[in-house]
């Protein structure tokens, strides 16, 4: 009885000290399904002419801190290189319908109301607003939001072929991503967006660049290279998987975490 006893608590002691004590076991299982939970929402906002100051003014004096406020968690804004009245950010919730609370609580704040009416006292400073939803991929489960100066970052979005989405990503995982590293591009974090209706979702990822030439440069040599293009055309081999990608080249706002 004692030998057993001894034993129970020996092992007790060596999971504490590997840090898989009881609770940290639990909480490490209640973080995982946390995380797997989690919804992400990119929204562009297109500002009315001559407006994008007095719209990054207030993202950045207010509206960043009571989207934390209420629950939200700011990932990264960005204006594209192309369109630079347009604003791109993206958030995180622990689910969709604290999503959903989180934004209830944010249009009624008082503060938010004052905030907004003071902003666009001399008129509306967004014209539109557009969200995509979206889920974490497993090509990448976390965020690695890199360092660097003045980077370039590109949002690309890829729509499959009718049920080519997995093989989309098994290329990804396998291939893709080491490339993309090879060949100087840095993977920031990879999405699948959440379709209406059930529809098969798009492959929506960020990848950051020292510049745009140097951007160029990286995706001419990845396209060359003959790693890639046996690697495209073994996962091709039963048809096309791509139907569309679109680009899109952005700076990163001096308030956003991600630069």
């Known amino acids: 009885m004692f030998s057993r006893k001894w034993n129970v608590l020996a092992l007790g002691v060596a999971m504490f000290a590997a840090g898989f004590g009881v609770r940290g076991f639990v909480g ?25 100051a007095a719209l990054h003014s207030r993202f950045r004096d207010h509206t960043l801190r009571l989207f934390e406020k209420h629950g939200m968690q700011n990932i990264g804004y960005w204006v594209p290189v192309d369109k630079p009245n347009t604003l791109y950010y993206i958030l995180a919730y622990p689910n969709k319908e604290a999503r959903d609370k989180s934004w209830a609580g ?8 004052e905030v907004q009416s003071k902003s666009e006292e001399s008129g509306k400073i967004v014209d539109s607003v557009a969200s995509v939803f979206m889920n974490m991929s497993d090509i990448m489960p976390k965020i690695k939001p890199g360092k660097g100066d003045n980077r370039v ?31 100087g591009m840095e993977n920031i974090v990879y999405y699948t967006s ?15 660049h ?10 001419d040599a990845f396209r060359a290279d003959p790693v890639w293009i046996e690697a495209r055309d073994a996962s091709e081999k039963d048809g096309k998987i791509v ?3 679109e680009s899109v080249y952005m700076k990163p706002t ?6």
């Open 194 to 208: 959440i379709e209406k209706d059930g529809a098969q979702s798009k492959l929506v990822y960020l990848l950051a």
């Open 254 to 259: 001096s308030f956003s975490k991600i630069k």
């Open 28 to 52: 490490g299982e209640v973080a995982h399904a946390q995380a797997a939970t989690r919804v992400f929402e990119l929204r562009t906002y297109t500002a009315a002419p001559g407006k994008l």
């Open 153 to 183: 970052f590109e949002l690309r979005t890829y729509t499959c072929l009718p049920g080519r989405l997995p093989n989309l990503i098994t290329r990804f995982k396998d291939h893709t991503t080491k490339l993309f590293e090879k060949h």
């Open 243 to 245: 139907e569309k990608v």
């Open 106 to 113: 944010f249009s009624s704040d008082p503060k938010w109301k």
């Open 210 to 219: 020292k510049s745009q030439e140097e951007a160029k440069k990286s995706w």
